[in-house]
Nanobody, 119 residues
Framework: QVQLVESGGGLVQAGGSLRLSCAAS????????MGWYRQAPGQQRELVAT???????EYAKSVKGRFTISGSHATNTVTLQMNSLEPDDTAVYYC?????????????WGQGTQVTVSS
């Protein structure tokens, strides 16, 4: 089992920045990939960014160049630095951890943190 706790959401004006953090606990040695998804009202949850244990990163096209994901094995945290925020970035942001063991894949989710960008 993996537990995830997010922090850092809030209200910001367009063009501003926010930093989200996610602290992992539990069976953290088994995590293969961590990342962030977001869900706006009435829309499906979508990938924002991921980072593997080896440090490989992946970003949604809509955030590339504005968001940066990073991870720390020492503190078991994943951080999402969000710059040049736009009103379309408004959503609940969820931290996620993927554990792959053989043919089994388990995905864990945090409780979510609200990000609101005003125009």
């Amino acid at each position: 089992q993996v537990q995830l706790v997010e922090s850092g959401g809030g209200l910001v004006q367009a063009g501003g920045s926010l930093r989200l953090s996610c602290a992992a606990s539990g069976s953290i040695f088994s995590i293969n990939v961590m990342g962030w998804y977001r869900q706006a009202p009435g829309q499906q949850r979508e990938l924002v960014a991921t980072i593997s244990g080896a440090g490989s990163t992946e970003y949604a096209k809509s955030v590339k160049g504005r968001f940066t994901i990073s991870g720390s094995h020492a503190t078991n945290t994943v951080t999402l630095q969000m710059n040049s925020l736009e009103p379309d970035d408004t959503a609940v942001y969820y931290c996620t951890a993927l554990v792959i063991q053989g043919m089994t894949r388990n995905r864990y989710w945090g409780q979510g943190t609200q990000v609101t960008v005003s125009s």
